[in-house]
C-alpha cells in the first residue's frame, strides 16, 4: 500500500502544497501508529496554512484531528492492540498524511457506532464545546444560553449538549433553511435573520432579564450585542478567531459591559497593555490624561485589576 503525505512548503495559498510518498517509521516507546481513515479538517487548519499561526519550521505537514485503525504498538503501549479503531485531536499537528505514529495517551478508542468521519470531522468540536459548557461557564438545568450560529458544526453540538443539560438554548441562524436545522436539534427559541434585533429578542425571551451565558464565533458588532444580552454578572465568550473590537468594548459599552465578563478562548488574552498596542499607543501613555481623556467612559482605576494575563492552569478572561 501506498502511503502518502501532504507538505506545506511555506505560509501562502493552497498551491504551498505538494504531495508526496510517505514511509512511516516503526512506532516508538509509548507510541501508536495509525492507518487514517478520515482526516478533519478546520479552520485552525486555514491559519495554520495562511501562517496565521505559524509552523515551527518549513516545510511542515498541518492537520489537528483524524480517525483511523491501529496498525502497529510500540513498546511500552498497554491500551491498544493493532486494529483498534482510534481518534485524536489537538497538537502537535501533522494529520495531513495516510499513517501517523502519535503517543498513545493521546488517542481515544471509538465505539463501533461513531465512524471515522463523525470522530475526524467533529472530536475537536466536542472538546470545545465540552470546555465552553462545562468549564468556561457551568451550564447545568435552568441555564439560559445565546448560541450564535446555531446550525454551524460546532454550533450544532452546542445546541443538542445544553439541551441535555436541560438548559434553556436561545439560537441565531442566517436563514429559515438554517432554523430548520437548529430547531431538529433542539433548540427552544431561534432569532432568524443578519438583520434581526437580537438584543431585544433576547431580552423578549428571558422577560428583560438576558441569558446567563452567550457563545459568540463571529464577533465584532455581534459580540457587542452578545454582551448587551447577557444578564449583569453573566459572560459572554468570544470563540476562536473571531474579530474582537476591545476599543469599542471599552469605550462606549464599558459602563453596561462592565457588569458581564467577557471569557477570551484563546492562550494570551489580552492584558490593558495588549490593549493600548491596539490603540496604536504606548502602554507608558496608559495612565496619562490625554488617553483618558480621548476615552471618556472607561473607570480607570478599575481597568487594571479587571485585565489579566492568561496562564494555563486559570480560565482565561479579558473582563470589560
Not at 491501529?70 to 502537535?92: H, I, M
Amino acid at each position: 500500500m501506498t502511503d502518502q503525505i501532504i507538505w506545506l512548503n511555506a505560509p501562502g495559498d493552497i498551491t504551498q502544497f505538494r504531495v508526496e510518498h510517505h514511509h512511516c517509521e516503526p512506532p516508538g516507546d509509548g507510541e501508536i501508529k495509525i492507518r487514517h481513515q478520515a482526516i478533519g479538517t478546520n479552520f485552525l487548519d486555514v491559519y495554520h496554512r495562511k501562517g496565521i499561526y505559524p509552523m515551527p519550521s518549513y516545510p511542515a505537514v498541518i492537520g489537528a484531528e483524524a480517525a483511523g485503525i491501529v496498525d502497529d504498538v510500540g513498546p511500552g503501549v498497554s491500551l491498544f492492540q493493532k486494529g483498534d479503531r482510534v481518534a485524536y485531536a489537538g497538537p502537535p499537528v501533522g494529520a495531513y498524511r495516510s499513517t501517523r505514529n502519535i503517543a498513545a495517551e493521546r488517542a481515544i478508542k471509538l465505539p463501533d457506532a461513531v465512524s471515522a468521519k463523525t470522530a475526524a470531522s467533529s472530536l475537536l468540536k466536542g472538546m470545545t464545546a465540552y470546555m465552553l459548557l462545562k468549564k468556561t461557564y457551568n451550564v447545568r438545568a435552568g441555564t439560559q444560553v445565546l448560541i450564535h450560529a446555531a446550525a454551524g458544526g460546532l454550533g450544532s453540538i452546542l445546541v443538542r449538549w445544553a439541551r441535555s443539560l436541560d438548559a434553556t438554548v436561545i439560537g441565531t441562524v442566517g436563514s429559515s433553511e438554517k432554523a430548520a436545522l437548529a430547531a431538529s436539534y433542539g433548540a427552544d427559541h431561534l432569532i432568524v435573520g443578519r438583520g434581526a434585533d437580537i438584543v431585544a429578542d433576547v431580552k423578549r425571551l428571558t422577560n428583560g432579564l438576558g441569558v446567563d451565558v452567550a457563545y459568540d464565533g463571529i464577533g465584532g458588532d455581534t459580540l457587542l450585542k452578545s454582551i448587551r444580552s447577557v444578564r449583569p454578572f453573566g459572560m459572554a465568550v468570544t470563540i476562536g478567531q473571531a474579530p474582537v473590537l476591545f476599543h469599542r468594548c471599552l469605550s462606549r459599552n464599558f459602563d453596561r459591559a462592565r457588569r458581564s465578563a467577557i471569557r477570551a478562548s484563546w492562550p494570551g488574552a489580552l492584558t490593558s497593555d495588549n490593549i493600548a498596542r491596539l490603540l496604536s499607543l504606548q502602554s507608558g501613555r496608559w495612565k496619562r490624561g490625554s488617553f483618558r481623556r480621548s476615552v471618556p467612559n472607561i473607570v480607570w482605576p478599575m481597568l487594571p485589576r479587571r485585565t489579566k494575563r492568561w496562564n494555563p492552569d486559570a480560565r482565561p478572561a479579558v473582563s470589560c
